[in-house]
């Protein structure tokens, strides 16, 4: 769920449904949040494209007040059918996490601590952050025959002049940037790609597949992804087809963990 705003300023948030029946535009919904109490009312406004709905919440409580009061860590439903548990509040936030936005974790950064973050700047390594917040689109299969005729989607980030400037700098030192997650790379892509800006913040649709050149990553952390997605696509391009081929096959069949808390791989 995720605060829009629509026709003459009115608030709305789109939310993502399941449902056996059918909804209809001016149906009100009743949520009780999570301990059983209150209740909350969601009225639906549009059919939103990709399964979504807009709706209004009916209330001038924050959105984020609302979705901390009635909601659930939204797990992905491969975990425990999306049943989030206590401690998952915590345990499905990275260690960089600040801003409110993302639909899903960078899974990529989970596998981060604060003390692993001070054991790699004593070594030497330095650091720059970038937002991405991750939408619901990012999970869907490719649906078409070739992946040249998937449409992208697109999703909010911003690269402050701080990294664009760490990026250069790498660069110009003959050093290596290596992005903790593909939407750090898709990020830092699109910054780079935008060669005038000192910053980038805005919406990206960056699709990254065959023939993509990439101009500012030379390394990646990244989890193990499912089959016919762009995050496949993604990896394949930068490291080659076989070579993923390869280390998935071997993760496979030594038991590696797949997807959101599983393991990750290094490409460089």
């Not at 060669?195 to 990439?214: C, H, K, M, N, Q």
């Amino acid at each position: 769920m995720a605060e829009v705003v629509g026709d003459n300023g009115r608030r709305l948030l789109r939310l993502l449904s399941k449902t056996r029946g059918t909804m209809r535009v001016g149906e009100r919904i009743v949520v009780i949040d999570k301990d059983g109490g209150d209740q909350a009312v969601l009225e639906l406004v549009a059919r939103d494209t990709g399964g979504t709905w807009l709706v209004d919440p009916c209330s001038d409580e924050p959105t984020f007040d609302f979705l901390s009061r009635v909601g659930r860590v939204p797990l992905p439903g491969y975990i425990r059918e999306g049943i989030a548990r206590r401690e998952d509040v915590e345990r499905y936030q990275t260690v960089f996490a600040e801003r409110p936005g993302s639909a899903a974790a960078p899974t990529a950064g989970l596998h981060f601590t604060p003390s692993l973050l001070d054991e790699l700047e004593g070594r030497g390594v330095k650091r720059a952050e970038v937002t991405l917040h991750v939408g619901i689109d990012t999970f869907r299969p490719i649906g078409t025959e070739k992946i040249d005729e998937h449409a992208m989607h697109s999703e909010w980030c911003a690269v402050s002049e701080e990294t664009v400037a760490a990026v250069r700098r790498t660069q110009q030192l003959s050093g290596r940037v290596v992005a903790v997650g593909t939407t750090a790379v898709r990020s830092l892509e699109t910054a780079a790609k935008a060669r005038t800006a000192e910053s980038y913040v805005g919406a990206t649709d960056l699709y990254i597949r065959p023939g993509y050149s990439f101009c500012a990553v030379d390394g990646m952390l990244t989890n193990f992804h499912m089959p016919r997605t762009t995050l496949m696509v993604l990896v394949s391009t930068f490291a080659g087809h076989d070579l993923i081929r390869d280390a998935y096959q071997e993760a496979v069949r030594t038991g590696y963990r797949f997807l959101s808390y599983g393991d990750a791989m290094l490409i460089l």
